[in-house]
């Protein structure tokens, strides 16, 4: 434990990593969804196509950016699942870590949709009205959200964390296409994404629906992580998620 | 031999990593065309596209979150050219364990179309009726699979299984647009893509030809690769197959 | 200072390796938007999508390919930068390689502009007409040169620099979507972008407002590596900027 | 120069790797040409972006499958420049090397388009109509080689060999959009281009123009390595070119 402390940044520059990783993330998400509405207004296929390529490449560099301070989780189902699976090996966050990180990540999504309304000349304050629900689109937030926390913690159990920028963005990259719900996969995004009646907006009405598909997902996720890989808990004292750590520790060498 | 069973997980794990992975490769495949059929009506290349470079990402993402556990083979060619290339070195898969990986995998497969569709809000259990047979179409899948086989093993028998995820996947982007036939290049996804009558679909009188021509294709390319790496095989006890292994030995290190 | 004379090549070579390099980078950008025009003429987002594809591709060649002799700035707030970075450790530009790197820089820009005009048969010299002038617009160069000065250093003082033309390729993709202004993100190509008429250009009334707010995105970018990164200053001595160094400091090893 | 020859397969067996290579870069190219045209029939930017993301992953894909045995080289201004440029270390092919690897090149070409046109169930033997010729064009074949080779050659001296498939790969997905010619490049490629009436097809009458063209760009290239790169004679014994070599030298460790 007190090895840990030595080597992970103070609390404090970790929850600016978060706040500003997942405000940009939100912003790249919501910025290049307005962008793909606005040069692709005929062809919606290609507007999620121009979407999903900025996003992939957009959330890999955050990733790397922000990575070696906070781990760059962006994500409260991520930052729990941290904590949960860290939990015996004393290598995860700690409960008040995953309090502080989770609050971050929900101001910093909602200013990042701030943000990407403001660079493209919209009212910066509005409020989503697309509608998203059905059975279908909880089987695939369910789905989606599960297959991210299961590439997570894989690569964090098997010493692969420095994988984790290209992975994670190339996970979504699919996920966006192969579910039903172009994988929005994150509390903190979806409330973000409350913010921006455009492309990648959802209207509040429709986000508890979707958190809790999110943390259904997270919880199967997780269990397909301990069967994989039940046994790599004393690998965690090396590598074992992607917030441990120093630069020295994740990054890629 | 007794070395080889110490490093790698048993069969039971094995069998749940090749039934998943296979499972949700057909759900990114089938799903992503679903998702393109819908977004991108008038445009079929678009559609192919959009199809393709999902399963890139998925593919790759795939293999890297199933492979420390059973080599992420997700094709039943694969593991017979595993076993076949490998006997000699003792280091490929037995018969007892092909006989498992097929099972799992064709099982898998098809629960991936289940879900695929069920996903989108269609009838989960469906028969595809896209006729796809000629002779340009079969020559087709003889390339794409031979192509898949040489590139798999030449990895293996030159120490680069590290490299297996991006290469893999880039290849399956690449063959998708070469081949004439997009590249099914799989039994098990062939059986997979039966199930759901959609953009990915494949009629079920179709599949016995796509088959045949996978397992010419396979016999090729394993032939292509004793003729490019035909002494590699001392090299086979550090790192020869995708499914050789431990996380430290397959892992990116 | 005096290790760092040996290790860096001649002034003069890195000169020609800053003006060919950023010569090359606005002909890729400039050349390919005008392809694209060409070719898409009714769909400005599948323009805009070809352009930044081709974009990605060019720039992180271009920094592998010049990267170890000049450090692959070709952009003048990324040479101001390391300057300023660097100053107390001791291994960043001097003063005199700045004004040679950004004068370097503006005239490769320039030239580039020209052989792209050339190649596709349009008259050699020429000004642009497209004005870019906004509130948003501004916003947007300032969040995107504030991204990528952020990324570039923070690479260097993890050590991760070797990462460099893979982020810093792929943090551009993301950033001509996300960003309102298309991401510019650097006065020397926002200079070569002046002397062509097509799809990239950029009138010269608009450009200083554009350099303005990149100059304000430096600033805010340096800002942030130094919050984020405080402490890195001592891991300078080994690989610090992407302008530090001979091939064995800056190559992928 | 004895050291050369122990570690270097066979000139046999990369011939052989030359050929099926050169081939099967061609049915990539010509192949991926002919699905484009088919599925997207209207939009000649769509079928270009089609064409090109085929091209950079089959292109990746073969340099590794290939590189281990014969260098990769697939095209005659790549094997000249190597015996060329390795001369003095004597770490270059040999001039009989030379007139082998061209041979097989050409004759592998001309193959693969036979190939490609038969998948499709076209007339497996036809001659392209398809006129390119302009000065434009042919200055964008020189920029377009010129890059290739530097890009290829810079890697080797600097001991990033490794990095080639990537590499090389991306330098020519940003080359077809930002050169007027879709970068060409090879002469072997254009001579199999010759075999195919179709989108990738280049008429017999406009090879010379686009051959002598490459070979021009080959030495500018060739030219800006030496300015870069001078003095990387010594690193020569270790991993130079591409062709340097057996597995465990030129493969990702």
Known sequence: MSGRSTHRPELGRRLVAELIGTGLLVTVVVGSGIAAQRLSPHETG??????????????GVLILLFGPVSGAHFNPVVSAADWALGRHAGTGLTGRDVAGYVAA?????????VLANAMFDLAPLQIATTT?????????????????????FALARTGRASLSAATVAGYIGAAYWFTSSTSFANPA????????????GIAPASAPGFVLAQLIGALLGAGLVLVLYPDAGHAAGAVVTPSAGSPSRTGVT
Chains 1, 2, 3, 4 share one sequence.
Do not use: H, K, P, Y
Not at 106 to 113: S, V, Y
Not at 137 to 147: D, H, Q
Not at 189 to 198: A, E, Y
């Open 132 to 152: 998203r629900a059905s059975t279908g689109l909880w089987l695939g937030e369910i789905v989606a959200t599960a297959g991210l926390v299961a590439v997570i």
């Open 105 to 113: 990540q929900l101001i910093g999504g909602i200013a990042g949709a």
């Open 189 to 200: 995004v979806t409330v973000g994404r409350m913010f921006s009646d455009t492309f990648a």
């Open 46 to 59: 290609l507007q999620l196509l121009e979407n999903s390529t900025a996003t992939v490449f957009g959330l």
